[in-house]
C-alpha cells in the first residue's frame, strides 16, 4: 500500500467540524401524545461543536447515554442529522447510503466497541481486509501487490508475522488482537479521520494501553485526525490533546486534555473525576458516577430546563434551571471553557450577595 499524500498534510489542518450538531430520535406516540399535537423525541445530541485536526486526538468523555455514540454516527454519516452542520475540510456535507458513502467512508473511518460485533465470524482475516482494500481500491493489480498490501496493514497494527494471522478467524484471536484487525481494516481505506467509539472498554484492562499506545503511534505516522470517545476521563487526560465533556446530549467543557483533568471547570467534569479516584490507572474498576450517590442521568425526551445537570449541581443557582447556560472562557488555559454559570461573575454576584469575585474559586 502506498502512503498518500495526505499523509503529509500539515498537522493540524481541520479535516472534520460538526457545527451545532443536533439529533432528536422521534419517539412513538404515547396514548396521552395521540392527542396532543407534540411529537415527542429524544434530545440526544443539542447544538454541538467540535473540530478534529491532522495529528491530533480529541475525547469525548460521558457517562454512557450521553449522546457520545451518536455524535460517532452523524460524525460517520451512519444517520441524517436534524439539525447543524458537517463540514469536510471546509465543505458541508450531506451523505446517502452508495457510493457517495463509500467517497466520505474513504476518509472517515469508524472503529467500533466490540471488535467481535464489527467482524464477521464466518470470514478470515484475509477475507475482511481484502475486501476492504477492494472496496477502496487500495488492492493493487496483482496477487502480489495484494499480499503486500495485507502484510503491510497486519504490519501497521503490530500484527506480526502477518502469515501468523492472515488465515485466522476472528474467535481465534484474542480481543485486543480482533481489535487491531478492526483498526487495520479502518486503515485500509488510507483514512484521514479515525472516529473510535469507546475502542478499548471492551478489552481487557491489561492490554487497553498497548492499543491506546497502538492508536496513538498511528495518529503520529499516519498523521491521522482521531476522535476517542470514552467514558473515562483517565484514558482521556493519557491520550487525548483535547477532551470536551458532553452531558444529556450536550457539550459541557473543553480544553486541552491536561487542564480539564487537572483543573476541571464544570461541576459535572468533577464529578467525572471524584468517580475515578486513580487518574493514572487506566480504567474501567472503579465506581461508576451512578454510585457516587449523585444521581442518574435526566430523561432526554423531556431534558431540565437551564443546565441539563442543575438537577444533580451541588451548586445550582436559581439561574441554572432556566437559562442554558452560555460557553464562558475560564481563562486558566487558551482554549478551556465550562458552558456553567458558576463562571459568570454577574450571575454568581446576582445569586449570591456578598460574594461577587468568585470567578475561578473552588467550587
Ligand atoms: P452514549 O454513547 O453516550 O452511551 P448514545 O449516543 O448511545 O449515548 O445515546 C444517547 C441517547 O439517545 C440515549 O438516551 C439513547 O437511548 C438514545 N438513542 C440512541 N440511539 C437511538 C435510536 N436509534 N433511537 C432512539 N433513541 C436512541
Ligand atoms: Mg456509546
Known amino acids: ?20 450538531l443536533t439529533k432528536h430520535f422521534p419517539v412513538r406516540r404515547t396514548l396521552r401524545g395521540l392527542f396532543s399535537q407534540q411529537q415527542n423525541a429524544v434530545h440526544a445530541v443539542d447544538d454541538v461543536h467540535l473540530t478534529l485536526r491532522r495529528g491530533q486526538v480529541v475525547a469525548l468523555v460521558g457517562e454512557s447515554g450521553s449522546g457520545k455514540s451518536t455524535m460517532a454516527r452523524l460524525l460517520a454519516q ?48 484475509r477475507y475482511h481486509l481484502t475486501r476492504a482494500l477492494k472496496i477502496h481500491h487500495h488492492a493493487g493489480s496483482t496477487a502480489e501487490d495484494l499480499e503486500s498490501a495485507l502484510h503491510d496493514l497486519l504490519g501497521r497494527v ?23 484487525v478492526a483498526i487495520a481494516r479502518s486503515l485500509a481505506a488510507e483514512p ?18 498497548g492499543v491506546l499506545n497502538l492508536l496513538r503511534d498511528l495518529k503520529e505516522r499516519l498523521n491521522l485526525a482521531i476522535l476517542y470517545i470514552t467514558h473515562d476521563i483517565a484514558s482521556a487526560r493519557y491520550f487525548a490533546d483535547e477532551t470536551m465533556v458532553m452531558y444529556a446530549g450536550r457539550m459541557v467543557e473543553g480544553g486541552d486534555s491536561e487542564t480539564v483533568t487537572q483543573s476541571p471547570a464544570h461541576p459535572y467534569t468533577r464529578l467525572l473525576i471524584d468517580s475515578a479516584p486513580d487518574p493514572d490507572r487506566l480504567t474501567g474498576v472503579g465506581g461508576s458516577v451512578e454510585d457516587q450517590g449523585t444521581g442518574e442521568p435526566p430523561s432526554l425526551i423531556h431534558p431540565p430546563a437551564g443546565c441539563r445537570f442543575h438537577p444533580r449541581c451541588p451548586m445550582a443557582m436559581a439561574r441554572c434551571t432556566t437559562d442554558l447556560p452560555e460557553k ?8 478551556h471553557w465550562a458552558a456553567c454559570w458558576l463562571f459568570d461573575e454577574a450571575t454568581v454576584a446576582a445569586e449570591t450577595p456578598g460574594s461577587a469575585a468568585v470567578k475561578g474559586a473552588s467550587v
Open 328 to 335: 464562558i472562557e475560564i481563562g486558566d488555559a487558551p482554549g
Open 78 to 125: 451512519l444517520y441524517p442529522r436534524t439539525g447543524g452542520d458537517i463540514r469536510l475540510h471546509g465543505k458541508t456535507t450531506h451523505v446517502r447510503p452508495g457510493r457517495q458513502f463509500r467517497t466520505y467512508a474513504a476518509r472517515v473511518q469508524m472503529i467500533f466497541q466490540d471488535p467481535f460485533a464489527s467482524l464477521n465470524p464466518v470470514h478470515t482475516i
Open 192 to 209: 484521514e479521520a479515525l472516529l473510535a467509539d469507546e475502542p478499548v472498554s471492551m478489552l481487557d484492562v491489561s492490554i487497553r494501553l
Open 158 to 180: 503490530s500484527l506480526t508475522p502477518p502469515e501468523r494471522y492472515l488465515d485466522k478467524f476472528p474467535h481465534e484471536l484474542s480481543g485486543g488482537q480482533r481489535q487491531r
Open 1 to 20: 500500500m502506498t502512503s498518500t499524500q495526505d499523509a503529509k498534510a500539515p498537522a493540524g489542518e481541520v479535516v472534520l467540524e460538526a457545527i451545532g
